[in-house]
């Protein structure tokens, strides 16, 4: 199991953001086999650590044409500043 760990500063969010955000995670779970996705917002601070079986889900995901230009917008309107993280989870209890 990964995690994928988005951290952003916040410059500008506004409807597209929230529509497009939520589309994200529609797909990401959809389509690519996300099993978890949670985003927390605090100030102008954002962490979302979304939760995947294997790298190549990742990477596909990464690949989407939709999160392509989501990710651009980001870059260039959305985010002052964000870094990607990927972690290899070797222990968790989760209970779901």
């Avoid at 099993?35 to 917002?41: E, G, I, L």
């Avoid at 939760?51 to 985010?79: D, L, V």
């Amino acid at each position: 199991m990964f995690a994928v760990i988005f951290k952003a500063q916040i410059a500008q969010i506004d409807d597209e953001y929230f529509k497009t955000a939520s589309r994200m995670q529609e797909l990401a779970m959809g389509q690519y086999g996300c099993k978890d996705f949670v985003s927390v917002t605090e100030g102008d601070n954002e962490i979302s650590i979304s939760y995947w079986e294997n790298m190549e889900q990742i990477s596909a995901w990464k690949r989407n044409p939709e999160h392509m230009i989501a990710q651009e917008m980001g870059k260039t309107k959305w985010y002052a500043s964000y870094s990607v993280e990927i972690a290899d989870i070797v222990y968790s209890n989760n209970e779901k």
